[in-house]
Every structure is written in C-alpha cells, then in structure tokens.
C-alpha cells in the first residue's frame, strides 16, 4: 500500500522548484531549473553545510562508488552558485562516492535556492530515501525551526510530515547523551527511545535503557517494563518506602551516564560497600575498562 507520507514528501519536494525559481528570477519557471543540467569539476563544489546527514556507512558507499564506475552517476545531484564555484544542495552520497569512483566531473542541477530551501531540499531527499538516523532527523527539524524560526507545523510542512511526527523525533533530543549515542550508530530504534521517553524519572530511564543494551530488548518488550516501571512508581509514590540516598543515586546514575551501563552501589555501612559494574559481554567489558583507563597485561 502507498504511504500517504511519500506522497506528501514528492509533492513537497517538486513543488519547491518553481519556487525558487520565482523567488530567484520572477520570469523563470520549472522547466527552466529542468533544463540547467551540467557537467561540473568535482573539485569545485563545497559541501552543504545544512547536509542533516552527520554519518556516512563506508560499505554502502563503496557499494555505490562501484555502481558508478560501472554505469555512472543515473541521478544527477543539486548544486547552487556561489562566488567562483558552488555548494551541494542534495546529493552527498553520490558526490562522495563519484570522488572515491575517481570521477573529476559530476552532472549537476543548478538551481536558485536560499540557505532555508537548502536545508529544506536535503532534509526532504534524505526522508525520502529513509536514510537518516532519528538523531539526525530530529536535528534537521531543529535546525529548519530554530535557525529559520519556524513553527513545528510550518517545519512539517515544508517536509510533507505531519505535526505529530516532527514533535515526536523532537523529543528524542530530550534523552541523556549516553542514549542519544546508541540511537545514532543503532543500538536503539526510535520505537526503544519513545518507550523510553514514557519515563520521566531519569534513574528509571536509564535502568530500563541498560536492560535494553544487555538482554537486547525488542520494542513490545521495553514498552511493557515501562508500563510496568510506570506502575510501580505511582503504587511507590502513595506508600513513601524509605529511600536511597540521593547522593548515591546521582553517583549511579552519572556513573551509568559515563561508563554506558548498569552501575549499582550498594552500601554496607556507612564508610563502606560495594560498587557493581555490569557488561554483556567481553568486549562490552573490555570496553568499559578502556573508558576507566584500565590496561589488560600481555
């Protein structure tokens, strides 16, 4: 079945050509940015500093530098003017991999566009091809409302999204640094970061996060220990048990925040205890003892 999303992403992304193109020169027209097509010195063509895009997979790319030296660049990608040269608009993963394919020329679409239409191009591409992380989604919507003031339903719909999505991938940037990470390289889904995001106690938060990352946690299942962390904090909050010391709950939880796991202190008395790191695995191990600057012997 057709999603009703990509239908609004190719409509958002055809309909900003004759825009800039008005707003550039009023006597020109779509078919006119159409037909700008050109061959252009890679080397002459600066990356696109709006590019939401923050990380490249060597494989895919070198996957796709391999297709071009075979057939060549099928799609060209979209450039602006600027000074003596030009700025990529859309289309970095083609232009790298014409660079790693050993290609000096690449075909290019010269288009007129403002620094916001930039942004809005390459944000629109990637959500088209689903490529983006959900950091770097979220990111590129901050960007196109905080650098060009803009609504969460005016940013929706210069990328063809609803509302409801722009302000969901936004709130993911509300979650620790440690999880921010492990979405970005793909240790969590956004499915695990919404679950997760249910939780408004940050020791919790994080508790469930590190059962995610050693059991390997499906989204069904995190979502039913939220619920069920959620429960027991409202039964908790009406009978007050007495509580850990706060200083020893923001000691495991900065320690949780810095070493990227579960941290427990269990006091023994008051000047002494005990401190558990737990790891999944040996390399999991090896790379905590790595963070604690800790040196296997030979």
Avoid at 115 to 127: G, R, S, V
Wanted: glycine letters at 6%; charged letters at 30%; one cysteine or more.
């Amino acid at each position: 079945m057709t999603s009703p999303k990509k239908k609004a992403l190719g409509r958002g992304l055809d309909t900003l050509f004759p825009y800039t193109a008005k707003a550039a020169a009023p006597d020109a027209s779509a078919a006119d940015l159409s037909t700008s097509l050109k061959n252009i010195a890679i080397a002459s063509i600066k990356t696109n500093p709006y590019q939401p895009r923050r990380s490249f997979d060597d494989e895919k790319l070198a996957e796709m530098s391999a297709s071009i030296k075979e057939r060549g660049v099928l799609q060209p990608i979209l450039v602006k003017s600027i000074g003596q040269g030009f700025q990529l608009v859309a289309g970095e993963r083609r232009l790298r991999a014409a660079k790693l394919a050993g290609l000096t020329q690449i075909p290019c679409l010269v288009i007129h566009a403002t620094d916001e239409q930039c942004l809005e191009l390459a944000l629109i591409e990637n959500l088209q091809r689903e490529n983006l992380n959900p950091i770097e989604e979220a990111k590129g919507y901050e960007e196109l409302i905080v650098k060009f003031g803009l609504t969460q339903e005016e940013a929706a719909a210069r990328v063809g999204k609803e509302r409801s999505t722009v302000a969901n991938s936004l709130r993911l940037l509300k979650l620790p640094p440690t999880i921010i990470e492990d979405l970005e390289v793909g240790r969590l889904t956004s499915g695990h970061a919404r679950a997760l995001l249910t939780i408004d106690d940050r020791r919790l938060q994080a508790k469930l996060w590190a059962q995610i990352v050693e059991k390997d946690l499906s989204v069904r299942q995190t979502e039913a220990i939220a619920r069920e962390l959620k429960e027991k904090k409202s039964i908790a909050g009406k009978k007050k048990p007495p509580s850990r010391p706060a200083d020893i709950c923001e000691i495991e939880e900065r320690m949780m925040g810095a070493l990227g796991t579960r941290v427990q202190i269990r006091p023994a008395s008051k000047t002494a205890g005990k401190i558990v790191i737990s790891y999944s695995n040996l390399d999991d191990m090896d790379r905590i003892l790595e963070i604690l600057g800790i040196t296997q012997g030979d």
